[in-house]
């Protein structure tokens, strides 16, 4: 049995080579059959639910259709990595083949320590910090929301004390702030 976890299997089985994943040899390299899926097509989820540090299921679907028994299957491989600190990767042991209606389910399980979370490596942060993740859209927005906060208490601080200003001449660029309103009419009536 030849595995590769992220790119196409070198050894060449019958008249073909570099098919995505694993090959398995039944007799002899000149009848074999590929059972993998598409390595494009890989689906990670965690192997429980409720414990993701035991480890991941990689799904590899799409994979080659063979004829059984005058019918058409489609193959997929599941291989269950479990999270072991102490292996690199253990020997990989076969597990089952199961047909669910027109694919059969290739199921392999070894052991790795690539399957444990890295707890340096944080995929999804924590929720419970004080502002959660926004990204570079929201960090800009709230720097130019600051940003306009800042500009219009110290404008006011300054055209109060400063230049003595009282009433609504306190408002930095007061007459600016005045015909926005009359710039963005204009600005719809230039536009339709």
Known sequence: MYVQFCHPVTQKCGDS???????VEWQSPDQCNYISGSVDDVVVEPLSESDEEKGV??????????????????????????????????????????????????????KSKWACPDPELSVNPPADGLIPPVGLG??????AICGVIVYFVAGILFMKFKKQATGIEIIPQVHFWKDIPFLVWDGCLLIW
Not at 138 to 143: D, E, P, R, S, T
């Open 17 to 23: 080579e570099g098919h995505p994943a694993q090959i």
């Open 57 to 110: 299921i990689l799904k590899y679907t799409n994979g080659e259709k063979f004829e059984q028994g005058g019918d058409e299957l489609g193959s997929e491989t599941h291989i269950e990595l479990e999270c072991d600190k102490d292996t690199t990767l253990s020997s990989i042991s076969w597990v089952s083949n199961d047909p669910k209606g027109d694919v059969v389910e290739y199921k392999l399980k070894a």
């Open 138 to 143: 929201g960090l800009f927005l709230i720097l």
